[in-house]
């Protein structure tokens, strides 16, 4: 053996095992599946076109079910204390709960998050590759990079795959030299910013409990009540969301984890409000007496506005 590697006989066709082509066609095989663990946006794209399309035609002819089920409830605003981020903890495929500790809310670096919507394995492997970038633009350029430059760069992914079933909205929260944002961006390569997001299954629900109860002048503790109290009551009317309802407060020194609380206490909390809120300015958001005060508040400003035009007429 050690003759024939000296001389170069070994190479020859016919001095090959009898496995050899197999086994180098098997590991052409596996590094063009694994293309992605050298370079990350290589992905094996299916041996078809428009995979969004033809998939389902595919697995229809071969009388196969496949239907990819998902829902969850993740939610962010800006207000005069930073900007909240809030999200469920339940993973379903279908009627099935896969698992109810999911982390939806991933630390990208020390001043910004992102959250997960949408199919499990696009939202986790994307949010990787993400922090990634963010860590080797911090190692190249002595500097964090900003969040719009990430939102961008998670855009242009999205384009890239756009139509080959890649399923994922996303809100990037953080700080910056200029100051809080919050961005959306899903797999259509949509980016919006503004300061009030929900995105999930359950997003209507919360919405609702914001629509109502956010304000810009909010307080640390009324912040953190109107997001939990969002992600509680659609975790109540969704089915798919769940779990533990999980709160991040990012501010210009960094992401603090405030709060990590099941969705059964909270219904204990609040189920057992006390009624004592009346004319309370502390009061929390979006509880019914907040609610009803409101709404005394608003009527009463319109009959004042209603008598002064009045007057004014006159």
């Given at each position: 053996m050690a003759l024939e590697a000296i001389s170069g006989v070994n190479k020859l066709p016919f001095m090959n095992k009898f496995d050899e082509v197999q086994k180098k066609w098997d590991l052409q095989q596996i590094q063009i599946a694994t293309?992605?663990?050298?370079n990350p946006y290589s992905l094996m794209a299916p041996p078809f076109e428009n995979p969004a399309v033809?998939?389902?035609k595919i697995l229809e002819h071969c009388k196969v079910r496949?239907?990819?089920d998902h829902g969850t409830t993740t939610l962010g605003f800006k207000y005069q204390g930073g900007v909240v981020l809030c999200a469920d903890s339940r993973a379903t495929s279908g009627e099935y709960i896969g698992s109810q500790t999911m982390k939806k809310i991933v630390e990208?670096?020390?001043?910004?998050?992102?959250?997960l919507a949408g199919g499990a394995a696009d939202c986790v492997y994307w949010d990787r590759v993400l922090?990634?970038?963010c860590r080797l633009h911090e190692l190249r350029y002595k500097r964090r990079i900003s969040v719009d430059a990430a939102a961008r760069m998670m855009c242009n992914i999205c384009a890239e795959y756009k139509g080959m079933g890649l399923v994922m909205g996303m809100i990037l929260a953080g700080c910056d030299d200029e100051g809080s944002k919050l961005i959306y961006v899903d797999s259509e390569g949509m980016r919006s910013h503004g300061s009030v997001f929900s995105v999930g299954s359950g997003s209507p629900y919360a919405l609702g409990v914001l629509d109502t109860g956010y304000r810009w002048d909010l307080s640390n503790e009324e912040a953190y009540d109107l997001a939990?109290?969002?992600?509680?009551?659609a975790t109540r009317k969704d089915a798919?969301?769940?779990g533990i309802v999980r709160l991040y407060h990012i501010t210009d020194k960094g992401w603090r984890n405030v709060s990590n609380t099941d969705c059964h206490e909270l219904h204990d909390v609040f189920e057992n409000q006390p009624m004592n809120y009346e004319n309370n300015p502390n009061m929390p958001c979006t509880s019914r007496e907040w609610i009803l005060q409101k709404l005394r508040q608003d009527v009463q400003a319109q009959m004042a506005a209603v008598t002064t035009e009045?007057?004014?007429n006159v």
């Open positions: 293309s992605n663990f050298t033809n998939l389902p496949m239907e990819f990208l670096n020390n001043y910004m998050l992102g959250t922090a990634r970038e939990r109290r969002a992600i509680y009551h798919y969301s769940g009045k007057a004014v």
